[in-house]
């Protein structure tokens, strides 16, 4: 099964509304990662959360890692139309053990 | 810097034939992974180099995937023969010793 597994699968907002995705990892992480991927695109990097690192802002963006539960939540704030995105989590073991993708969250952001 | 650059963009064959994905890393980055993602099975890694060096090859399906770095900025990818079941959009990524990976903008490949 997949390294992470990211919730919900899919999430419809309105523009104006946060918009808050987890993942859920099983194994132990140097770091986690998030991406953005729009329609038709390649995979494009947000932020990186180390495990010694409970929380981590980036503009509108907020992520937090628990590692204890083994899971991390990005959270878009005051969300727009262009946030309208898969986003997936991505787990890194570290040293050179492979980088895992969840199976992502579909965010769709109603104008 | 252009990015990480792929080619075809798009690849139509027909089940039997030959295909040969390339992948042009971003200069100064010295690994390189192949993705495939599909609705089925998602993002999956196929293979990963670091610096020419194939290190983890046990997500490529089956013998008839092969891929090289024949030198330190270029990649292939090759499926002989296709089936139409290796139809995905295949995506090459690279980093330069951090941790982000640099996404190229794919290869939808479809095997009638």
């Known amino acids: 099964s997949q390294q992470g597994e990211e919730d919900p699968q899919a999430l419809s907002i309105q523009e104006g509304e946060n918009a808050t995705m987890n993942c859920s990892y099983k194994?132990?992480?140097?770091?986690l990662q998030w991406y953005r991927q729009n329609s038709g695109r390649g995979l494009v990097h947000l932020i990186l959360i180390r495990s010694n690192e409970r929380e981590k802002h980036s503009g509108r963006l907020r992520v937090t890692l628990d590692t204890s539960k083994k899971s991390s939540s990005l959270l878009i704030t005051a969300s727009r139309a262009a946030d309208t995105a898969s986003y997936f989590c991505?787990?890194?073991?570290?040293?050179?053990?492979?980088?895992?993708f969840g199976t992502g969250t579909k965010l769709q952001v109603i104008p | 810097d252009a990015g990480v650059i792929q080619s075809p963009r798009h690849e139509v064959t027909e089940m039997g034939q030959e295909v040969t994905l390339r992948c042009k890393l971003i200069?100064?980055?010295?690994?390189l992974f192949w993705y495939r993602q599909t609705m089925m099975r998602g993002l999956e890694l196929l293979i990963y180099?670091?610096?020419?060096?194939?290190?983890?090859d046990s997500g490529m399906p089956e013998d008839r995937f092969s891929a090289k770095m024949p030198n330190a900025s270029f990649s292939t990818l090759k499926i002989q023969p296709s089936e139409p079941r290796d139809s995905a959009v295949y995506f090459c990524?690279?980093?330069?010793?951090?941790?982000?990976?640099?996404f190229g903008p794919g290869t939808r490949l479809t095997v009638l």
């Open positions: 991505a787990t890194d073991p570290g040293g050179y053990q492979k980088v895992t």
């Open positions: 194994t132990s992480i140097n770091n």
């Open positions: 990524a690279s980093t330069g010793g951090y941790n982000e990976q640099f």
């Open positions: 200069s100064g980055h010295n690994s």
């Open positions: 180099f670091n610096n020419n060096v194939p290190i983890d």
